[in-house]
């Protein structure tokens, strides 16, 4: 399925997760508003070409980087290095909301290699 608009023009794609919403798209970063829904998970993944910011506004994200765990309340962040292996997880029962800051030289979803995905997903 592919990406389409919110009411306000806005790239926004559903997943199996949850959803993200684009809010802002220019040459040198990406802001994102994720959501993850109660009991779901991103991939476990890594980005060649670019790092991540997440700064967590709504829930506790459980995140996963280079095979070590942290909590992560509202009102904090956790920063994603490029190449880091990382995930995130809502082990909540409300959705889990968190704005992704990507800088970097790409952010095409192609910049994306999945080690483990709950979804069939993963890369061979």
């Not at 956790?78 to 990507?102: M, S, W, Y």
Request: charged fraction near 25%; include cysteine; charge should be negative.
């Amino acid at each position: 399925m592919s990406p389409m608009n919110d009411s306000q023009g806005r790239e926004f794609d559903e997943r199996p997760w949850g959803s993200y919403t684009v809010l802002d798209d220019a040459p040198t970063f990406k802001v994102k508003q994720i959501t993850v829904s109660p009991g779901k998970r991103l991939s476990y993944q890594s980005h060649e070409h670019r790092g991540e910011h997440w700064f967590v506004v709504h829930g506790t994200a459980t995140v996963t980087l280079d095979d070590h765990e942290y909590l992560v309340e509202a009102g904090h962040a956790i920063d994603i290095p490029q190449q880091a292996k990382h995930r995130c997880a809502n082990a909540g029962t409300e959705p889990l909301v968190f704005i992704e800051v990507q800088f970097g030289e790409s952010f095409a979803e192609e910049d994306i290699v999945r080690y483990d995905d709950d979804f069939g997903r993963a890369d061979a």
